[in-house]
């Protein structure tokens, strides 16, 4: 079970952190994923880090501003967003799953989900 906190509203620049939390199960042989959701579009993959070796990936609209991070002992994955734009504005999920390294962005490849946390920005 994965569940996400962090969310909330925050000003065009700032920052926010996004956790997100597993329970009942190691995460040392997946892959955890942030993805987004805004009104009216479809998921979008944002960051993925594969636990066991550290990769890191970024969707280019992110890339710079966004850093993925985990903290093995508390079995939690972490998502900082700084320079936050209106845009960001989405409901972020996290995700875990076992899959190829070339599927990282591939929401279909996640096998567990967050319950999703609403991340708001104002212009």
């Known amino acids: 079970q994965l569940q996400a906190s962090g969310g909330g509203l925050v000003q065009a620049g700032g920052s926010l952190r996004l956790s997100c939390a597993a329970s009942?199960?190691?995460?040392?042989?997946?892959?955890v994923g942030w993805f987004r959701q805004a009104p009216g579009k479809e998921r979008e993959f944002v960051a993925a880090?594969?636990?066991?070796?550290?990769?890191?990936y970024y969707a280019d609209s992110v890339k710079g501003r966004f850093t993925i991070s985990r903290d093995g002992a508390k079995k939690t994955v972490y998502l900082q967003m700084n320079s936050l734009k209106p845009e960001d504005t989405a409901v972020y999920y996290c995700?875990?799953?076992?899959?190829?390294?070339?599927?990282?962005?591939?929401?279909?490849?996640?096998?567990?989900w967050g319950q999703g946390t609403l991340v708001t920005v104002s212009s």
């Open positions: 995700a875990a799953g076992t899959l190829y390294y070339s599927d990282y962005d591939r929401a279909a490849k996640y096998a567990y």
């Open positions: 009942g199960r190691t995460l040392s042989t997946y892959f």
């Open positions: 880090s594969a636990w066991s070796s550290g990769n890191t």
